[in-house]
């Protein structure tokens, strides 16, 4: 089979198509960062507009380089098996784009629609680097609009085990980075001054992690960190951006890995994977890896390429879901809420 997918769950409007193998036939991101980055954050109404725009594009240039990548003339909405698509959670605004365009596409191509999970994309991207990884496996899910624990029991069986009660941690790297003036997105910039700084500079505060829990909480460490920058500018003393960047990512990691470890004690689970955008993080791989390979554990981490939002993701988890012939029905919405435990 040939499964089209399409993301608009956010601020990248992407199409990717996957082969019966898994293999990534073509993989196509285009990125409105630039638009929304002058407001410090995505603008929902911006966002819709722009996959409106992009959509038809991006869609045309993920068929003609996967005709090129399987040696075909070219590839047609009929030559494809399924048209699949994200459908929550996320912006509805911008969902609601990916998903018009998928169901006129597959009516019109007549081949059957698949709904995706984006935080079930963002498990499978683990598969992008390493085909061989199967679960069971305990999944750190970072990113712009959640932070979790899930204990990955299979390939669709998921179980929450605790998520954070305020704050996502790309959330609080997006604001930090707001408040020192860095502009959008923070993660990416805060990781580059945070490698010339003093981790150990300033102690923030490492909020939950010994709650006993696995839960987290994300709010108090922004707050703590715009008091202090606050506190220096009054105090007349020039802010030492590297120290403080490197200072809150080591109390973002810290809680991280403490309770990643909780995790696999409590399952039992050999496997730690990463999700979501903040998997991009130098500073959380180099020590999820130290604590893996101290704990005998094998950790799998998605590409670079692969962290952030991305199609192929959602084309991996399309596959499998073609293979169960779990399709939708043409009538489903767009939803801004859902949990990866809830049944399809
Ligand atoms: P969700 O997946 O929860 O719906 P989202 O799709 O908006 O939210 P992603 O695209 O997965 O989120 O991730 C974006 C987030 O990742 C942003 O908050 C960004 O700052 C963060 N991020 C990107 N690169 C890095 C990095 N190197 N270090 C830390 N954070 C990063
Ligand atoms: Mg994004
Ligand atoms: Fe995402």
Not at 292 to 309: F, I, M
């Amino acid at each position: 089979p040939l499964i089209l997918a399409i993301e608009s769950s956010c601020d990248e409007t992407a199409a990717a198509i996957v082969d019966g193998e898994g293999a990534l036939a073509s993989d196509v991101v285009a990125s409105q960062i630039d638009f929304h980055a002058r407001f410090g954050g995505v603008v929902p109404e911006i966002a819709s507009r722009k996959h409106i725009e992009a959509i038809c594009g991006v869609c045309d240039e993920c068929l003609e380089v996967a005709a090129k990548n399987l040696g075909m003339k070219s590839l047609r909405w009929r030559d494809l098996s399924a048209v699949a698509v994200t459908y929550a959670p996320g912006l509805v605004g911008a969902l609601v784009v990916g998903v018009a365009f998928a169901k006129g596409a597959a009516w019109a191509a007549d081949v059957p629609l698949i709904g995706v999970n984006h935080l079930e994309g963002h498990l499978y991207a683990n598969r992008i680097g390493c085909p061989d990884f199967t679960p069971p496996a305990v999944v750190s899910l970072v990113s712009g609009g959640n932070t979790m624990l899930v204990h990955m029991k299979g390939w669709g069986d998921y179980e929450t085990l605790g998520t954070t009660i305020d704050d996502a941690v790309g959330e609080a790297f997006d604001k930090v980075a707001k408040a020192l003036g860095l502009g959008y997105p923070g993660g990416p910039v805060i990781s580059r001054y945070g490698v010339k700084g003093d981790p150990r500079a300033i102690a923030f505060p490492r909020a939950m992690m010994h709650s006993g829990d696995l839960r987290f909480s994300l709010s108090g460490l922004k707050t703590a960190v715009v008091t202090y920058i606050n506190g220096e500018r009054e105090a007349g003393r020039e802010l030492n951006v590297p120290d403080i960047c490197a200072s809150f990512e080591a109390a973002v990691v810290d809680v991280q890995v403490t309770k990643a470890k909780r995790a696999l004690d409590m399952t039992g689970a050999r496997t730690l994977c990463v999700g979501g955008g903040v998997a991009a993080n130098p500073v959380l791989r180099a020590s999820y890896e130290k604590m893996c390979s101290k704990a005998g554990v094998r950790l799998v981490l998605p590409p670079l390429s692969a962290c952030g939002d991305n199609a192929g993701m959602i084309a991996l988890v399309a596959l499998d879901r073609f293979r169960q012939k779990k399709f939708f029905s043409f009538d489903f919405d767009a939803k801004a809420h859902v949990n990866l435990d809830e049944p399809y």
